[in-house]
Nanobody, 123 residues
């Protein structure tokens, strides 16, 4: 079992930045690839970014490329999502998730989920 707790969401103006954190506990954090997903009201949960167990590999949704950066610190059992140049369409609940399969963009591949953190970008 892995428990995931997100933090760092909030209200920000368009063009601003936020850094989300996801703290993991339970089984060894470095066993898992991690990802961020998001879900806006009335929409499906969508993939944002993923990172391999050692942090050497990352991949991003087109909407996140060039603006968001995923990273992890295995010593702190934490994965991060740095979000810059935020847009109103980035408004959503952001979730972190864990899987043993690197790079998967399908939500069904992920075994463990956090409770989510709200990000609201005002225009």
């Amino acid at each position: 079992q892995v428990q995931l707790v997100e933090s760092g969401g909030g209200l920000v103006q368009a063009g601003g930045s936020l850094r989300l954190s996801c703290a993991a506990s339970g089984r060894m954090f470095s066993d898992y690839s991690m990802a961020w997903f998001r879900q806006a009201p009335g929409k499906d949960r969508e993939f944002v970014a993923a990172i391999s167990w050692n942090g050497h590999l990352t991949n991003y949704a087109d909407s996140a490329k060039g603006r968001f950066t995923i990273s992890r610190d295995n010593a702190k059992n934490t994965v991060y999502l740095q979000m810059n140049s935020l847009k109103p369409e980035d408004t959503a609940v952001y979730y972190c998730a864990a899987t043993t399969i690197y790079g998967a963009s399908s939500r069904w591949t992920y075994d463990y989920w956090g409770q989510g953190t709200q990000v609201t970008v005002s225009s």
